[in-house]
T-cell receptor
Framework: SQELEQSPQSLIVQEGKNLTINCTSS?????LYWYKQKYGEGLIFLMM?????EEKSHEKITAKLDEKKQQSSLHITASQPSHAGIYLC???????????????FGQGTILTVHP | DTGVSQDPRHKITKRGQNVTFRCDPI?????LYWYRQTLGQGPEFLTY????????KSRLLSDRFSAERPKGSFSTLEIQRTEQGDSAMYLC?????????????????FGPGTRLTVT
C-alpha cells in the first residue's frame, strides 16, 4: 500500500518568514492533494497536482510535484498568522481500478506562525 | 451550493448506543467518500459511493458500521453498539468523477466533519 511521509511534523515560524513542507511517497503519485485543516474542523482543499514537474500557486502558497512524481513540496511565502493550521498531503493510490479516487494521507504538519 | 455539509457536528454517546451521521455532498458530485480521523493522524478511508453504489469498503469498516446512499444524493453512516475506540472525527468528501474517458484524479472536497465521543 502507498505510504506518505510528511516533514517536518511541526513547524514554528515568525510572521513574514518563508517555509516549506514536504510530502514523500513510497510509490509513484498519480494525483497529489494538499489540504489545510484547523483543529477540530474539516479539510480545506488547497491544490491538486497530477503531472510530473507541475507547479500551482494560490495567493502565497505554491505546491510542486517533482518530475519522478514521488515527492511534493508546499511553499508559503511571507507567512501570516492566518496560515497557521495543519497541512495534509493526500494521494491517489493507483492509476485505476475500483480503488481509484480514495485518498491516502500523510500524518500532517502542524504550522504555527507567531505574530 | 455552499459545499459539503455534515450533521451533526458533534455527537456524544454512551458505549453500546447506535449513532447515525448524515452527509450532503456538493449537488453535482457523483462520488461520496467517508473517512475517519483520530487525533494527530491524517484521515483514513472508510468507504465510498459512486451514485448509489457502494464500490469499496475498508478493512477498518467493521460489521458494526454501515453506510448508505439510497438515492445517490445524501449519505448516512451508522455505527451500531458504539465502542470507545470509535471516538474520532468522521469526515465526508465528494467529487465529480467522469464515467467516460480518462483516469485523471478529481478534486475532492471535504465537509466540516462530525466529531464523535463515546463515553
Amino acid at each position: 500500500s502507498q505510504e506518505l511521509e510528511q516533514s517536518p511534523q511541526s513547524l514554528i515560524v515568525q510572521e513574514g518568514k518563508n517555509l516549506t513542507i514536504n510530502c514523500t511517497s513510497s510509490k509513484t503519485l498519480y494525483g497529489l492533494y494538499w489540504y489545510k485543516q484547523k483543529y477540530g474542523e474539516g479539510l480545506i482543499f488547497l491544490m491538486m497536482l497530477q503531472k510530473g514537474g507541475e507547479e500551482k500557486s494560490h495567493e502565497k502558497i505554491t505546491a510542486k510535484l517533482d518530475e519522478k512524481k514521488q515527492q511534493s513540496s508546499l511553499h508559503i511565502t511571507a507567512s501570516q498568522p492566518s496560515h497557521a493550521g495543519i497541512y495534509l498531503c493526500g494521494a491517489v493510490p493507483n492509476a485505476g481500478g475500483t480503488s481509484y479516487g480514495k485518498l491516502t494521507f500523510g500524518q500532517g504538519t502542524i504550522l504555527t506562525v507567531h505574530p | 451550493d455552499t459545499g459539503v455539509s455534515q450533521d451533526p457536528r458533534h455527537k456524544i454517546t454512551k458505549r453500546g448506543q447506535n449513532v447515525t451521521f448524515r452527509c450532503d455532498p456538493i449537488s453535482e458530485h457523483n462520488r461520496l467518500y467517508w473517512y475517519r480521523q483520530t487525533l494527530g493522524q491524517g484521515p483514513e478511508f472508510l468507504t465510498y459511493f459512486q451514485n448509489e453504489a457502494q464500490l469499496e469498503k475498508s478493512r477498518l469498516l467493521s460489521d458494526r458500521f454501515s453506510a448508505e446512499r439510497p438515492k445517490g444524493s445524501f449519505s448516512t453512516l451508522e455505527i451500531q453498539r458504539t465502542e470507545q475506540g470509535d471516538s474520532a472525527m468522521y469526515l465526508c468528501a465528494s467529487s465529480y468523477h467522469r464515467t467516460w474517458g480518462g483516469r485523471a484524479p478529481y478534486e475532492q472536497y471535504f465537509g466540516p466533519g462530525t466529531r464523535l465521543t463515546v463515553t
